[in-house]
């Protein structure tokens, strides 16, 4: 089985940054695609950013040029770096994967159990 855990959240200023990480564990074989999505309290979880085994991205509109999501294939790790924070960006961020493990190896969706980032002054 694979584990995502994802670290960094915390409360910030508006205007400010902050950069998630989320580190894939277990007996993985590949990853297909990592993500990250978020949920306002009250609110749907949506889809913030995705990036794919050969490197292409997709952002959703309300962060694009704020956000970049980024990997580092040799350690199983993803992050997502968040400048130009705004109170709307509050919510908890979850990592995602799609990933390749186990014997025999097989794909699977996991998800993090999530960090709450807080936009406030």
């Known amino acids: 089985q694979v584990q995502l855990v994802e670290s960094g959240g915390g409360l910030v200023q508006p205007g400010g940054s902050l950069r998630l990480s989320c580190a894939a564990s277990g007996s993985i074989v590949s990853i297909n695609a990592m993500d990250w999505h978020r949920q306002p309290p009250g609110k749907e979880r949506e889809m913030v950013a995705a990036?794919?085994?050969?490197?292409?991205?997709n952002y959703a509109d309300s962060v694009k040029g704020r956000f970049t999501i980024s990997r580092d294939s040799a350690k199983n790790m993803v992050y997502l770096q968040m400048n130009s924070l705004k109170p709307e960006d509050t919510a908890v961020y979850y990592c995602?994967?799609?990933?390749?493990?186990?014997?025999?190896?097989?794909?699977?969706?996991?998800w993090g159990e999530g960090t709450l980032v807080t936009v406030s002054s």
């Open positions: 990036i794919r085994s050969g490197g292409s991205t």
């Open positions: 995602h994967g799609q990933i390749v493990a186990g014997r025999p190896a097989y794909t699977g969706s996991y």
